[in-house]
């Protein structure tokens, strides 16, 4: 696969909550960061995408690639969903938000992500105010202690 088809196949599986088969496509150093706190590990990422489809059975990330350079591929998301269940955020020392039945759609962001050795090495969502775990919680009405926004 190039890397057009790898990081195509994860956002496969993790649209379709597959997240065993999405895990053999990172890498063991993989490190997701943008819309979070702070940079998590695979095992972080993966269990918050797992909360996630969990918490929103309806979500969808709208995931587009935008094109490939070399080890890098360039796309966008723009999550939206409805919060039907327990929103676990207990691996992020966030606790568990009880469903609230509301919809979010947070804003498009643009994903860097890189790809070395047939392997996803890190994913880097550019910040912005309305898109990310922050993003969702605020459409929520989920209140945010400032430490965990910084």
């Given at each position: 696969m190039n890397n057009r088809e790898i990081v195509h196949t994860l956002m496969?599986?993790?649209q379709k909550g597959e997240i065993?088969?999405?895990?053999?496509?990172l890498s063991d150093d993989f490190r997701f960061s943008g819309p979070v706190p702070q940079p998590i590990n695979a095992e972080e990422w993966?269990?918050?995408?797992?909360?996630?489809?969990?918490a929103f059975p309806?979500?969808?990330?709208?995931?587009?690639?935008?094109?490939e350079k070399g080890d890098v591929v360039?796309?966008?998301?723009?999550?939206?969903?409805?919060?039907?269940?327990?929103?676990d955020l207990t691996n992020m020392e966030m606790g568990v938000i009880p469903a609230t039945n509301?919809?979010?759609?947070?804003?498009r962001e643009d994903t860097k992500i890189t790809v070395r050795g047939?392997?996803?090495?890190?994913?880097?969502?550019?910040?912005?105010?309305?898109a990310g775990l922050?993003?969702?919680?605020?459409?929520l009405g989920v209140e945010v202690p400032a430490m965990q926004q910084a």
């Open positions: 496969n599986h993790i065993d088969k999405a895990r053999t496509l993966l269990g918050m995408t797992a909360s996630l489809r969990t309806d979500l969808n990330y709208n995931f587009n690639i935008q094109n360039m796309a966008t998301t723009q999550l939206s969903g409805t919060h039907r269940a327990d929103f509301k919809a979010f759609r947070t804003d047939n392997k996803i090495i890190s994913w880097a969502a550019e910040p912005i105010e309305g922050m993003a969702i919680l605020k459409q």
